[in-house]
């Protein structure tokens, strides 16, 4: 119960803030509408194709950005703030209230992650009803997928200040070499090495085989859910001890 009202308190914040923001809100639902009205057609240029295939690339980028930027820069705005400890105040691990505070988030995110489905099908993205809903339950999939690297960021953040542009640059990089703008095989053989050890590439390609080919290849979600659970235990760990550490000296005030 106190967990739900925890969630219930951080919703309500993000509820108040996406109204206090409406300007904002708005300018960013509209550049999502341009930024796939472009990319739609510029993918008439190269392929009928490419646009499914580049959408379902987006989507996952939007999904992985939101998940690991919303970790650092909760922790960083606690900091610039001066307010972390009063967060700390609150009587629960202060992971889960990290995970909470960025599930409050991504429930919020989910709005703008159902428009940009809606447009992208307005312009041409053929799927049914079935592929639709498992592309949304394969959103929360990637959220599930890469909170260990989400959490493995914020655990370098408390100790490396200024760290929302590195956490940026990995994340854009991931992209690259999973294959969200062009084939995996269009990259050089030693990058190609790369993608094929990332989780990402596979959480893609599970996506792209069933908006493109109706194909439900569940064998490619295997390696990602394996390399969730365990690496999840390694950043756990390394963000309980890095905590530790800072909170002994007082520097996690430090932004």
Sequence with gaps: MNLINLLSAFVYKEVKTFYHFKFHNVANLLFTFIQLLVFFYLSQLISADYFTFLFCGLLFSRIFHQTVLSYVET???????????HLFL????????????????FLVFYVEIIFFILIAIILGLKVSMLQTSV???????VLMCTLWFAILMTALSIIIKKSEVLASFLCSLIDILSGVYFPVDLLPQVLQKISYFLPTTYLISFLRNIVKYNKFDFIKLIYPTITAILFLVISVMCFNYLLRKVLKTGKLLSY
Excluded: D, G
């Design 90 to 105: 609150i009587p629960e691990h202060e992971l889960t209230i990290f995970t909470i505070a960025v599930v409050s988030k």
């Design 135 to 141: 592309m949304i339950l394969w959103t929360f999939l």
């Design 75 to 85: 922790l960083k705005q606690e900091q610039y703030h001066q307010t972390i400890y």
